[in-house]
């Protein structure tokens, strides 16, 4: 007896345990997929693995692509999406950007709640739009230290700097604490006094320094 394709989607012929409470599914609500959840939709290659040719060729199951991943940023808060799946979602669109998908206008997504922002003063990360203030940490050393003090992006050093093609399409390269900010050296005001160990006074070594200079210059312009 040959089931046709029309078969599984009218009588939901794909059967499924999702996380221990077994059901029967259409091609129509299963994706597949390998590196994010997607609300709503059943992973058929967590159970069915070694039958892609089945599922993606004849039964037509859709296979997670940017479009799909864009939407359901888009979805975020009304599905009540936790900050961990958000952030997930983000470096699967990220992936995608890289591969040269051809991405849709970042418009929709900056007025959306998914970026999860770090509050200085309660350590809690929540979902903010891009009009919420929050840079990005691009460095290591003195200007990581500013976590401490204003919102920033949750995501560690390196996954900034792998979420690049992400950060460019969305136009927030501007928000780098490299690009923020500028590092300056200065000598401290401390109490000023005398060198008192003779080996460190450069006064009285400033006269052979200084003919040491002019003798190295005659030098050099002698063999010129």
């Given at each position: 007896?040959?089931?046709?394709?029309?078969?599984?989607?009218?009588?939901?012929?794909?059967?499924?345990?999702?996380?221990?409470?077994?059901?029967?599914?259409?091609?129509?609500?299963?994706?597949?997929?390998?590196?994010?959840?997607?609300?709503?939709?059943?992973?058929?290659?967590?159970?069915?693995?070694?039958?892609?040719?089945?599922?993606?060729?004849?039964?037509?199951?859709?296979?997670?692509?940017?479009?799909?991943?864009?939407?359901?940023l888009l979805a975020a808060r009304s599905l009540n999406l936790p900050v961990s799946e958000v952030k997930e979602l983000l470096k699967t669109l990220n992936s995608f950007l890289c591969t040269g998908s051809s991405p849709p206008s970042p418009s929709r997504l900056l007025n959306a709640r998914i970026f999860p922002v770090r509050e200085p003063s309660t350590g809690n990360v929540v979902l903010c739009t891009s009009n919420t203030q929050f840079a990005l940490v691009d460095r290591e050393g003195p200007p990581s230290r500013f976590i401490e003090v204003v919102r920033v992006l949750d995501f560690t050093l390196q996954e900034i700097r792998r979420l690049k093609p992400l950060l460019a399409w969305t136009r927030l390269e501007s928000r780098?604490?490299?690009?923020?900010?500028?590092?300056?050296?200065?000598v401290g005001d401390g109490v000023q006094a005398p060198i008192s160990q003779p080996h460190r006074d450069l006064r009285r070594k400033a006269y052979?320094?200084?003919?040491?200079?002019?003798?190295?210059?005659?030098r050099s312009s002698n063999l010129t």
């Open positions: 007896m040959t089931v046709r394709r029309e078969s599984f989607e009218t009588e939901a012929l794909i059967y499924f345990d999702h996380n221990g409470t077994p059901g029967w599914h259409k091609p129509s609500e299963c994706v597949w997929s390998d590196t994010t959840h997607i609300h709503g939709k059943i992973a058929a290659n967590a159970q069915y693995s070694d039958l892609k040719d089945l599922f993606v060729e004849k039964l037509r199951v859709p296979q997670l692509d940017l479009t799909m991943v864009f939407d359901q780098y604490l490299s690009r923020c900010m500028r590092e300056v050296s200065r052979a320094l200084l003919r040491y200079a002019q003798l190295s210059t005659c």
